[in-house]
């Protein structure tokens, strides 16, 4: 047996007897590593005659192919002992009941907004926006609130440090009226339908008010667009999203700049066992605003006031959400309080 026959022997041997992974992989670093035995005597081919080089190459290749699939082949045996041995010695009880994690839950906001957005688009209404960033002029010129207005003071609205330009001074919006304007601008020939819901921004914070809260604002543009279709607007809104078909409305006169006449709109109630009914009673319960618009506001939308008008109603998403949902307090929505969100959140599944 020549000394390549011995190698090959004595190192199948010991791949034949490696007890684990870690055994096989030093065999093959002694052998076929950098410095491994045949590793070596692939180097001494260098000084040997080219006919002996070529038979001796040959027949050490042969013996290297024959020790990698003999590793490769042992390998495999190993892990799969291996992978039983630490399955054996591992056990899971499949009949443990699951361990409880807490899941996240919708704000009540979240299901409100997705409510009133799919009632407004069963009539019509499309969805359009704009930026809480807002100048002057859209925020309060475009909507006939004159300058000497109080809304526009530093103690009611938060101007913001941009420079000015022709559009007046930067702020954060006060209401989504602005959106109306703007999407009348991108397309002013009428019939349309818009409604808008976002956050906007006054000065106050206390159990019935924040400083960021959120609005929901419709519109509609048309021939012939009467006080009476607002009234039933309303009425069918109101009474959908409450769930009271007997739900009764009350319009009282009122004033905004962008609307005239202008109206408050009350729903009636009644107190039962400390709950608020709705739809019984001769209590009255303001819930939102609005009317028609006025010629002013058309102007700035460059729709001409001659040929069309239309009504526009504006609601407080928190109002309308705590008054569905019984929450009391306004502020609760914002301080991401998890018992309150446990108390009054909404089941991913729930619809």
């Known amino acids: 047996m020549t000394d390549i026959e011995k190698l090959l022997s004595s190192c199948l041997f010991e791949i034949d007897n490696a007890i684990n992974t870690k055994k096989l992989d030093d065999i093959k670093i002694a052998v076929l590593g950098k410095n491994g035995k045949l590793t070596e005597r692939l180097k001494s081919l260098r000084n040997m005659p080219e006919d002996q080089r070529k038979i001796v190459g040959a027949e050490i290749n042969a013996i290297k192919s024959e020790i990698l699939k003999r590793i490769e082949a042992k390998a495999l ?18 009949s ?7 899941s ?14 799919n009632i407004l688009s069963e009539y019509g209404f499309v969805f359009t926006e704009g930026p809480e960033i807002e100048t002057e002029y859209y ?20 101007y913001v440090s941009y420079p000015t330009n022709n ?3 930067r702020l954060l919006r006060t209401h989504t009226s602005p959106v109306q304007v703007r999407s009348m601008l991108v397309n002013n020939t009428p019939p349309f339908r818009y409604f808008s819901i976002g956050r906007v921004y006054r000065s106050d914070y206390d159990a019935t008010h924040t400083p960021m809260f959120n609005q929901i604002e419709g519109l509609m543009v048309g021939k012939d667009i009467s006080f009476s279709h607002l009234k039933y607007m309303m009425t069918d809104f109101l009474k959908k999203f409450f769930g009271v078909p007997k739900l009764e409305l009350r319009l009282r006169p009122s004033f905004f700049p962008f609307t005239e006449p202008s109206t408050e709109i009350d729903i009636n109630y009644e107190i039962k066992g400390g709950r608020i009914l709705f739809g019984s009673g001769d209590k009255w319960m303001e819930v939102a605003g609005g009317g028609i618009v ?4 058309l102007k ?7 040929q069309y008008q239309g009504f526009a ?16 307090d306004l502020r609760k929505y914002f301080e991401s309080d998890e018992r309150w969100r446990n108390a009054f959140g909404f089941s991913y599944v729930t619809k």
């Open 313 to 328: 109603f504006g609601f407080g998403l928190e109002r309308l959400t705590s008054l569905k949902y019984g929450v009391s």
């Open 294 to 297: 006025h010629p002013n506001v």
């Open 167 to 169: 559009e007046g001074r």
């Open 300 to 306: 700035s939308g460059n729709v001409d006031p001659d």
């Open 139 to 158: 925020n309060f010129t475009a909507l006939n609130i004159p300058d000497h207005h109080p809304a526009r003071t530093m103690h009611d609205t938060f």
């Open 104 to 117: 996240g839950c919708i704000h009540p906001l979240t299901k409100v907004t997705e409510e009133v957005a």
């Open 96 to 102: 443990m009941p699951a361990r409880i994690r807490p």
């Open 77 to 94: 045996t190993l892990e799969i002992l291996e992978l039983e041995k630490k399955l054996s010695s591992e056990f899971i009880d499949v």
